[in-house]
């Protein structure tokens, strides 16, 4: 398939793909609570903030939970993305999810993952692309490159860095407070997908003292819908500069070949560079860094949850 044929292609499918994510991210309540395979949800409704906006957060527990509670185990603490995404495709807007809970559920069960809570954040519909786009991106972008993004792409409302401190200063101080958490960095990870990847690496960069560690799938370096120069570049400038330490640090990163995907692989083996040229690296007991490509895979959670467990091994688990 020629080239600008894909191009359009790609075009059509993610603008498809924005609007079918934004429409469900914050409908009227009551919202259905997911009901996964394994374990439960529970739902910390509408939490506020004094950053953004407020937005529903499913946690997800173990079906042991309260067991190891009462036993004194605390628990690692994976932060997610589109948290409306996470568990159960019944809720979802287009029938699939990540099936998070199966996932976890069966390595905790072989050894392999220590205990673990997820933290499904929900995205801010219209807002999704304003509050997920690295904010220090933007100072490294061709002004009129980067006035456009502004006006057409985040709503003239840049939030990255607020949607952050919403993390970082009210969510994670009330996980920790309400459930049994290892609160250090080495047990607290972030992850999401597209854009979702894009606002995890950022997340670990800029507040490298909670995330230790990080996971995009399918990140959207290219930050649009079509290949250019300007947002990946800002990208890679940011990231030359502010690479969170490989020392205590670890950081996933992959992509698939079609949908989508098919466009990310040029942005993504030079990101693969910079983090390489950072110190991090894929070799031996001390590896940091792992990047993966999944031939025939494309831009969807059902790609994402066949593909799980190796980005949550590689984090915290028995490889």
């Known amino acids: ?17 924005l609007l079918t994510w934004n ?12 009901q996964p395979e394994s374990g439960r949800v529970e739902r910390l409704a509408n ?30 603490v994976l932060y997610m993305h ?13 029938k699939q999810a990540w099936n998070v809970d199966r996932t976890v559920s069966r390595l905790m069960r072989e ?12 995205n801010n519909g219209k ?27 985040l709503q003239n409302k840049p939030q990255s860095d607020a949607y952050l401190r919403f993390l970082v200063q009210e969510l994670k101080p009330l996980i920790d407070a309400r459930y049994p958490t290892h609160t250090g960095p080495e047990h607290t990870a972030i992850m999401g997908s ?67 995907d098919a466009l990310y692989a040029p942005y993504q083996v030079f990101v693969n560079q910079i983090v390489r040229d950072r110190g991090y690296t894929e070799k031996g007991a001390q ?5 993966r490509v999944f031939e025939g895979t494309g831009h969807n959670e059902k790609a994402w949850a066949e593909r799980l467990e190796i980005p949550l091994l590689f984090l915290w688990g028995a490889r």
């Open 23 to 34: 429409a469900p991210a914050m409908a009227a309540s009551p919202e259905p609570l997911p």
């Open 194 to 260: 597209s854009m979702g990847g894009l606002i995890s690496v950022y997340a670990m960069n800029e507040y490298p003292q909670v995330f230790g560690r990080a996971a995009g799938l399918s990140t959207h370096w290219i930050g649009g819908f079509e290949p250019n120069s300007h947002m990946p570049l800002a990208a890679y400038v940011y990231l030359r500069d502010h690479l969170a330490d490989p020392a205590s640090h670890r950081l996933y990163q992959d992509h698939g070949t079609t949908e989508l």
């Open 82 to 94: 589109d948290g409306q995404m996470l568990y159960d495709a019944r809720t979802t807007w287009n």
């Open 127 to 153: 807002y999704r692309h304003s509050e997920y786009f690295p904010q220090k991106y933007l100072a490294h972008m061709r002004p009129e490159a980067r006035e456009l993004l502004i006006s057409k792409g």
């Open 287 to 291: 590896a940091n860094f792992m990047t």
């Open 1 to 17: 398939m020629p080239l600008t044929t894909l191009t359009r292609r790609c075009a059509l499918i993610a603008a498809a793909l």
């Open 47 to 76: 939490v506020a903030s004094q950053h953004v906006d407020a937005r529903h957060v499913d946690v997800w527990l173990p079906e042991n939970f309260e067991a190891l509670k009462a036993a004194g185990q605390r628990f690692h």
């Open 111 to 122: 050894g392999r993952l220590p205990p673990t809570l997820v933290v499904g954040v929900w």
